[in-house]
Antibody
């Protein structure tokens, strides 16, 4: 059974960067498609990006393009999300989530959904 | 980007009542690409429904999903006390995934 264990809470100053980790157990990271979702206080869920197994590329939401980098260390089965040039409005809980794949009916292609989630990492941006 | 609009924003119901939550997409998507999640305060989201109508492992059969094209529905047939939470729809039909803004189901 897959489990995702995230790193602890962070407090950062505006303009700094934060790197959140997500360690996988029960699977190897190369078998997974990892995504990142954040939630500002009292707000809804916001997809930040994730790995697209169709072409092996990482896709980022337009809002975070140029500021976010998602990487993986397969030697430790750990995924990372780094967000730079932090602003007060980046204060949020950041979740990693594994995407499951199912075959589309009558097609060689797949569809995806996030079936296992980490518990979240709180990032606070404060001066 | 596909925009998902959920309604209503808040649903006030009593235990035992039926809840009907709506999710409308800004453009047509295959039903395979629509999922629903439940989130309780202080917890990570939990997958309820994938492929618009398939229940995730361990999800009670009082939860059901339906719909196609641009209109999707999550139905909770008889609300249990543990079902009062926020529900989100999410699409993976485009490269850029998106969530709806959520529907809060609260105790009346």
């Amino acid at each position: 059974q897959v489990q995702l264990v995230q790193s602890g809470a962070e407090v950062k100053k505006p303009g700094a960067s934060v790197k959140v980790s997500c360690k996988v157990s029960g699977y190897t990271l190369t078998q997974l498609s990892m995504h990142w979702v954040r939630q500002a206080p009292g707000k809804g869920l916001e997809w930040m990006g994730g790995f697209n197994p169709e072409d092996g590329e990482t896709i980022y939401a337009q809002k975070f393009q140029g500021r976010v980098t998602m990487t993986e260390d397969t030697s430790t089965d750990t995924a990372y999300m780094e967000l730079s040039s932090l602003r007060f409005e980046d204060t949020a809980v950041y979740y990693c989530a594994k995407a499951a794949a199912n075959a589309l009916p009558f097609s060689p292609d797949y569809y995806y959904y996030m079936d296992v989630w980490g518990k979240g990492t709180t990032v606070t941006v404060s001066s | 980007e596909i925009v998902l609009t959920q309604s209503p924003g808040t649903l006030s119901l009593s235990p035992g009542e039926r809840a009907t939550l709506s999710c409308r997409a800004s453009q047509s998507i295959s039903s395979s690409y629509l999922a629903w999640y439940q989130q309780k305060p202080g917890q990570a989201p939990r997958l309820l429904i994938y492929g618009a109508s398939s229940r995730a492992t361990g999800i009670p059969d009082r939860f059901s999903g339906s719909g196609f094209g641009t209109d999707f529905t999550l139905t909770i047939s008889r609300l249990e006390p543990e079902d009062f939470a926020v529900y989100y729809c999410q699409q993976s039909g485009s490269l850029l995934w998106t969530f709806g803004q959520g529907t809060k189901v609260e105790i009346k």
